[in-house]
């Protein structure tokens, strides 16, 4: 078990004006993470997440596959072999818990992310980057 801090910034020209408000920190206390084998393999990983962004809380659950590549032939370009070691791609989901902001009041999030690790044979280390990619879902007024 691991604890996992991410530092989230917006990036233009990427990001809608919500996007920006969520610009801040997430942190996911019991990141945990399971291998065939051992580190360096195919894996999972899962925890629940705390995003605290301007006043904002967004609380829920990340899980997804570890060291793999999706981004490859026959279906995309050939970028990632199929066992890209150092990769974590998953899908986040959230609810905003606490907020000032009035349209964000009962919004939901999901996204996909692809983040890269050092990879080894002890798993997940060193510092982390990635991008992370969704929608805001807010009632209809």
């Known amino acids: 078990m ?6 989230l910034e917006s990036h233009d020209p ?7 408000l969520l610009n801040g920190e997430l942190k996911v206390d019991q990141f945990v993470s399971a291998f065939i084998q051992h580190g360096g393999r195919r894996g999972v990983h899962a925890g629940n997440f705390v995003w605290m962004a301007r006043g904002i809380q967004i609380e829920g659950r990340m ?5 793999l590549g ?5 279906v995309f370009d ?7 070691r150092g990769v974590m791609e998953g899908r986040l989901c959230g609810a905003v818990v606490r907020t000032r902001v009035r349209e964000l009041r009962g919004a939901q999030i999901m996204a996909a992310y692809r983040i ?11 510092e982390l980057g990635g991008v992370l990619e969704g929608s805001v879902l807010v009632r209809c007024r």
């Open 63 to 67: 899980s997804g596959v570890t060291n």
């Open 2 to 7: 691991q604890v996992l801090r991410l530092r």
């Open 14 to 20: 990427c990001d809608s004006p919500v996007g920006v």
């Open 70 to 74: 999706t981004h490859r032939r026959p």
């Open 78 to 84: 050939d970028c990632q072999p199929c066992n890209a």
């Open 116 to 126: 890269r690790f050092r990879a080894s044979r002890a798993g997940i280390q060193g």
